[in-house]
């Protein structure tokens, strides 16, 4: 079920009364409806697999006892069960078929035939978040700062919880498991910002992402046709669109805990307005970033065994993390892309960990040498979405070299143009409200005492919703990892 | 959480009236926002319908997709003695054809229905919406669009349904101009539309999907049902698209023998001299001179009534 389809528009209304109105005398009756729903929510896509959800929730339940013990052999033990099994799952409906078949292309270029048998399984939706859910779970117990939860069903919420169940953001178990534990009260307030944030989410999925897909789509598909500055304008329009795809899906998630009582881990901060790419990392995608961080840079010795170590840590992360997104050649070189960036950043005066406040944090506009560094930012990362969006490292290749051959050497080619006004509708409104918005968590608060003029702005919302929507339930982009 | 509840409630009933209003501001003042389909506007099936609600009893009612309405001629038969009206509109699936056919057969009473039959429009794949948004555009609001809208559950029809009723609410139809001539296409009369495009655009296909639509099929033997118990004979037409395009069908014979066991059924590809640059403007439409040749040939296959009596349930 898509948070943007019209079964989601009968679901969360269900769901909500009764767990405010039926199952409100007790924690463990909302966690048992909020259970309940998450896997019907879930079914809903495909009831197959449900069960490899279920699995995969036993099995790190079970180990985080393994893990807690006061044996370190057998914690350890139990650690790396649970490393194994999750990253199993991974590999085998997600890698395997990318890893056989790339061995297999390795071997014929050596002239070895090998005829590696591929599984061609369906990928579960939302199953890299899932397993990282189980994983920080564990690890958390491992490292002391989680204790394992001895009710079967808060801990199934803490990993299936609907809201972040396909798509995040990736919670932690301290930050999440207690909040299932305890007792929640309705708060107007936090209920009345979930909506504002679910608002806010939808309209930059359904008007702004949706539309600027459309616009990504044609230059992508057919790159060969068009000119310099129409797949300059694709690449652009691909950078909102993953942006309001994925930080509008991560709005209605935060939304939607905010009316059961939940708070999540913020996932995006403004990511565009960075100044570095370093700031940039700390505003996109952030409880994946802080994932790896905490679960795989720290313990590779993070920064503090000499540069040289510190430089293949940080390799191993973004190439890690490009491997996660995809099983494909392109996201590893993405991944490799932003380690090369990261890594000059490193090495040039100034620190990639500069940058911790607000960009113009004291003023309307920024100055130029934040604006330079803004653009610059943009400008890499969006360089480095094109092997993100393009089916493959060829196309990915093709496109740039055609971009630039015609935006440097023939700029009056007889090719078709894409024109930038339609894009520009779509990003200026999403660059307006995020300056705007800037210095606080987005929550498209209208300024003004007046309930009637917010009302009638988030009204004139919900129109554009309407009259913009593309088609009945588009996917979201981060559906596929 | 009571009030919570109301001024949700509240909101709600704000936002039905600011969206209903400005549907109406726009559909008034003809604005189309890069939404993707249109608000009412003229149309050629607009024209088809203002025809349609004037239209009387007539002998011989086609129905079927854009084939239909490019591909009978009207002016071929009414001259041959038979009073004709052609009810094909856009990607017309024999589900759209029922919801029509519920409405007005019995104001037409056709003594022959002809069902343009297309491969695509019987496939699980085939987008449904555009028909739906075509005939709502383009008809005043009718019983039969609830039929519509259940066909296929989407925000741009609830849009249009909206702007539709209040159109027809306000009579702001009876402003519209019709032109006869949209683009390269020319409204003929009584449903059928003549292309003015020159040349072929070549396209290129990959096949009609094999998967089946059940609901198209029972449709259809709805359609079939619902003429005969009115005593109208039926019979079923496969129009001729490009030899390249008819190449490509993946699931033609099983077609064939699907709609044989449906009703009386010919299939025309290949059954005259057509050549794909010279009788078609693309892969699927006939252009005047093609319609010509190919309505010539309908002719001889309807027959005449003695024959329908005869050959066609």
Known sequence: ?481 | MAPFLKRFVSFLLLCTVVYVLLIGVMTKTNIHPPIHHNLPAANITGLMFRDLHQAKKTDLLFVGSSHSYRGFDTRVYDSLGWNSFNMGTSSQTPRHTLALLDTWLDSMQPQLLVCEVYPATFSLEMDLLEANLNIMANDKWQPYFKDLLLMDADLRLFNLTVATRIRNLMGWEQGMSLDTVMGTDQYIRKGYVESTRKGFTKELHDGTPSDVDFKQVEALKSIVRLAQIRGIHVMLLQLPVTASLYASYKNQESFDSLMNSIAPYQNLNGRMELVDTIHFYDSNHLNPAGAAIVNAAVAEVIGTPAKWKKDYR
Request: net charge positive; glycine share 8%.
């Open chain 1, 1 to 481: 079920m898509l948070f943007n389809s019209t079964a989601f528009l009968f679901f969360l209304p269900a769901v909500f009364l009764l767990y405010w109105f039926v199952c409100n005398r007790s924690v463990f009756s909302q966690n048992i409806l909020i259970l309940v729903a998450s896997y019907f929510f879930y079914g809903w896509w495909s009831w197959k697999f449900m069960g490899l959800l279920l699995l995969s929730t036993v099995m790190d339940y079970v180990y985080g006892f393994g893990v807690a013990s006061a044996n370190q052999r057998k914690a350890r033990f139990f650690l790396w069960l649970s490393i194994i099994n999750n990253l199993g799952i991974l590999a085998l409906f997600k890698y395997y078929d990318f890893f056989a078949s790339s061995l297999q292309h390795g071997l014929q270029q050596l002239g070895i035939q090998a005829d590696m048998p591929l599984l061609n399984l369906a990928l579960p939706i939302g199953i890299s978040f899932y397993t990282f859910h189980g994983m920080s779970y564990v690890f958390d117990i491992y490292r002391k700062k989680q204790v394992p939860v001895s009710g079967f069903t808060d801990y199934a919420v803490f990993v299936s919880f609907f809201p972040l169940l396909v798509a995040g953001p990736i919670e932690r178990a301290h930050h999440l498991l207690p909040q299932v534990q305890r007792g929640r009260q309705f708060s107007y307030s936090q209920a009345v910002s979930g909506c504002r944030l679910m608002l806010w989410g939808l309209f930059k999925k359904v008007v702004i992402a949706d539309n600027l897909g459309g616009i990504a789509d044609i230059a992508f598909e057919q790159y060969n046709a068009f000119n310099g500055i129409s797949l300059l304008i694709g690449v652009v329009a691909f950078a909102f669109q993953i942006y309001g795809d994925f930080s509008g899906y991560s709005d209605m998630a935060l939304g939607i805990a905010r009316l059961f009582g939940f708070e999540l881990l913020s996932n995006f901060r403004f990511p565009y307005f960075s100044r570095n790419l370093g700031e940039f990392w700390r505003r996109w995608h952030i409880s994946l970033s802080g994932w790896f961080r905490d679960y795989l840079y720290i313990p590779l010795g993070g920064s503090r065994r000499g540069s040289l170590i510190t430089w293949r840590n940080t390799l191993v992360v973004f190439l890690v993390s490009g491997l996660w997104h995809g099983a494909s050649w392109n996201f590893i070189v993405w991944g490799g892309l932003h380690a090369a960036g990261f890594l000059m950043l490193m090495v040039l005066p100034g620190k990639a960990s500069d940058y911790n406040d607000v960009v113009a944090a004291k003023s309307r506009f920024p100055m130029f040498g934040e604006l330079t560094g803004m653009l610059f930012t943009f400008s890499f990362v969006a360089f480095a979405w094109v092997f993100f969006r393009a089916p493959d490292l060829a196309v990915a290749v093709d496109y740039l070299e055609n971009m630039l051959r015609s935006l440097l050497l023939n700029p009056e080619a007889n090719l078709h143009q894409i024109y930038g006004k339609s894009a520009l509708l779509y990003i200026l409104p999403l660059v307006m409200a995020d300056w705007y918005f800037r210095h606080d968590e987005r929550e498209l608060k209208v300024p003004g005492k007046s309930r009637w003029v917010r009302w009638l702005f988030y009204a004139l919302l919900i129109f554009l919703i309407g009259m913009f929507k593309y088609a009945d339930s588009s996917r979201f982009i981060y559906f596929q990892f």
